[in-house]
């Protein structure tokens, strides 16, 4: 038995390191000048009906929407959720005069499963993708990116139980990150930009 999950474990990392290992958090983004005096007013998170939820557990499942750092539930709702909490982080300290609003489309949010997290090591990427518009209160467009990356490494293994004892949750990751993404992309903050190559799907 030990080793036939030996056996399926060691199919399953050949599985994933078959598929692309070149990971990013890449965008333009825009400068501090130009924003400096805006505030953010209406904030929208459109997670499309169209993209596909997986919730089976295998090592490289597909579908747009694969998530399991909460409980079974409403995915859509939950990654919906994650990005309006990294968007009030990432845009807090902007009190400008001007009301801007804010829309994000996700496109891609693509963690890793359970059985991944439990049984692979230094394996694993949260793939996010998503666009952004910015409007002004008559709702012109002022300013837009489509396709923001912000892959971030996922844990698995011992890594895992590791960042959970922290407190590091797969959640407060992500959050953590996407703030710190959305806050550089109006100019401010720290650059998250990065390149990684990591065996993940």
Known sequence: MIRRRFLVA???????????????????????????????????????????VNESDSYSPDGDIVWRGEPAGDRRAQVQD????????????????????????????????????????????????????????????????????ADLIAYSGQDAIDAEAQGQTQRVRIVNHLSGVFKNWFGHGTDMRKTFARMGR
């Open 10 to 52: 060691a199919a399953s990392m050949a599985v994933l390191a078959g598929c692309a290992t070149n990971w990013s958090t890449n965008y333009g983004g825009l400068n501090a000048s130009d924003t400096r005096n805006w505030r953010i007013g209406t904030v929208t998170v459109n997670v499309p009906d169209t993209l596909t």
């Open 82 to 149: 994650i990005f309006e909490e990294s968007i009030k982080r990432g845009t807090r300290t902007m009190r400008g005069g001007q009301t801007v609003n804010l829309n994000v489309e996700v496109k891609k949010f693509h963690g890793i499963s359970d059985i991944a997290r439990k049984n692979l090591s230094v394996s694993g990427v949260h793939n996010i993708t998503f666009d952004i518009t910015i409007t002004n209160r008559s709702g012109a467009v002022i300013a837009q990116e489509a396709d923001v990356k």
